[in-house]
T-cell receptor
Framework: AQRVTQPEKLLSVFKGAPVELKCNYSYSGSPELFWYVQYSRQRLQLLLR??SRESIKGFTADLNKGETSFHLKKPFAQEEDSAMYYC??????????FGKGNQVVVIP | NAGVTQTPKFQVLKTGQSMTLQCAQD?????MYWYRQDPGMGLRLIYYSASEGTTDKGEVPNGYNVSRLNKREFSLRLESAAPSQTSVYFC?????????FGNGTRLTVT
């Protein structure tokens, strides 16, 4: 069965410091991975997906099939990055398996 | 453009009561989903509908039923609410590669 693991629940970083959120997955098929973000009092929204290989709000994520990972990185954290981040795996018909999420707090 | 709209936003039920959570999307998407979000558990898929007229179970369907009323609407029903169903419920829709979520319904069962 598919599984997404995000090991840290809470991550506190200082403004300007690098951020890395870890995501590992297990899936027998060809993986399609996403990062979703939920800012305070806003709906869950797509941050980025591995297929597009783009940088959104300074965040990047690279799919590493050998390590079955899709870690999210940003070199310099900003206060507006404080949010809940979820890694997700599409296991067919756009059904998503989510990790447990990371609460990121950026300290001014 | 409202996107995905869920009603109600908040609800308190007593054990054994029933209710229906409503969801509507105005993006003409074929697929719709119901997830529940619990602290420390992430989001888990309850039911989904790949197209109008079809519904399928997700990871945690027990205690729930769904209806895909038409292309726009996908409702979730709790026939006999239990405290274990206290959660935040999210509806989503998609046409392609990613999901659009509603604002959620916070349900408390006492």
């Amino acid at each position: 069965a598919q599984r997404v693991t995000q090991p840290e629940k809470l991550l506190s970083v200082f403004k300007g410091a690098p951020v890395e959120l870890k995501c590992n997955y297990s899936y027998s098929g060809s993986p399609e991975l996403f990062w979703y973000v939920q800012y305070s009092r806003q709906r869950l929204q797509l941050l980025l997906r591995h297929i597009s290989r783009e940088s959104i709000k300074g965040f990047t994520a690279d799919l590493n099939k050998g390590e079955t990972s899709f870690h999210l990185k940003k070199p310099f954290a900003q206060e507006e990055d404080s949010a809940m981040y979820y890694c997700a795996l599409d296991y067919g018909n756009n059904r998503l398996a989510f990790g447990k999420g990371n609460q990121v707090v950026v300290i001014p | 453009n409202a996107g995905v709209t869920q009603t109600p936003k908040f609800q308190v039920l007593k054990t054994g009561q029933s209710m229906t959570l409503q969801c509507a999307q105005d993006m003409n998407h074929n697929s719709m989903y119901w997830y529940r979000q619990d602290p420390g558990m992430g989001l888990r898929l309850i039911y989904y509908s790949a197209s109008e007229g079809t519904t399928d179970k997700g990871e945690v369907p027990n205690g729930y039923n769904v209806s895909r009323l038409n292309k726009r609407e996908f409702s979730l029903r709790l026939e006999s609410a239990a405290p274990s169903q206290t959660s935040v419920y999210f509806c989503a829709s998609s046409e392609g590669t990613y999901l659009h979520f509603g604002n959620g319904t916070r349900l408390t069962v006492t």
